[in-house]
Every structure is written in structure tokens, then in C-alpha cells.
């Protein structure tokens, strides 16, 4: 993410993009749990099918934990960069400061 020149961060994209996964990861956030209440409907559904209700329940079991990972990797993405669009503007903001005072007008 650079700017028009390719130097640099373009902090607004940058921030944009973070919004944009902390919106993604919001939505994620029940996704665990919708997932297993859908699986259990689907095994209570089944109970006449002892081999439908254990796939179920243990490919249940294998996709919640990574449905939680997604999840939290969504959000630390978000955060992280949020957090990078905003060092990027204090970095930017303390070399305009600085070279102002370098080459005065």
C-alpha cells in the first residue's frame, strides 16, 4: 500500500483496509457457534443414522476450531492495520515536522 509515487504508506487505504477486516471479523464472531447449532440440528435430524451423527459431530469438532481461528486472525488483521495506517501518519507527520524546521521557507 504506497502512494501515488510508490514511497511511502497510503495511510487512508491502509485504514480502510482495517475497517474493512474489523467489519469482516464482527461478522465472524458468532460464526463458531451458528456452525455448531446447524450441525446439531443436523444430528438431531439424523438420530436414526448413528454413522450421519458421529461425521457430523466430529467434522463439527475439527471446522468450529478453525471457524475461531479465522475469526481472531480477522481481527488482529484489522487491528494491525489500523495500527500501521496510524504509524504511518505519525511518521509522516514527524518528518514534515522536521524537514520544516531543516528548510525553512
Not at 461478522?27 to 440440528?41: D, K, V
Amino acid at each position: 500500500m504506497c502512494d501515488e509515487d510508490g514511497v511511502g504508506v497510503d495511510t487512508t487505504a491502509a485504514e480502510q483496509s482495517g475497517a474493512e477486516a474489523t467489519s469482516l471479523a464482527e461478522r465472524y464472531s458468532g460464526i463458531a457457534e451458528n456452525f455448531r447449532a446447524e450441525m446439531s440440528i443436523l444430528s438431531d435430524n439424523s438420530s436414526a443414522e448413528m454413522p450421519v451423527v458421529s461425521g457430523a459431530l466430529d467434522y463439527c469438532a475439527n471446522i468450529v476450531g478453525q471457524l475461531i481461528k479465522l475469526q481472531v486472525h480477522t481481527a488482529a488483521l484489522g487491528a494491525g492495520s489500523a495500527a500501521g495506517a496510524a504509524a504511518a501518519r505519525r511518521a509522516d507527520s514527524e518528518v514534515g515536522t522536521g524537514l520544516g524546521t531543516s528548510y525553512p521557507n
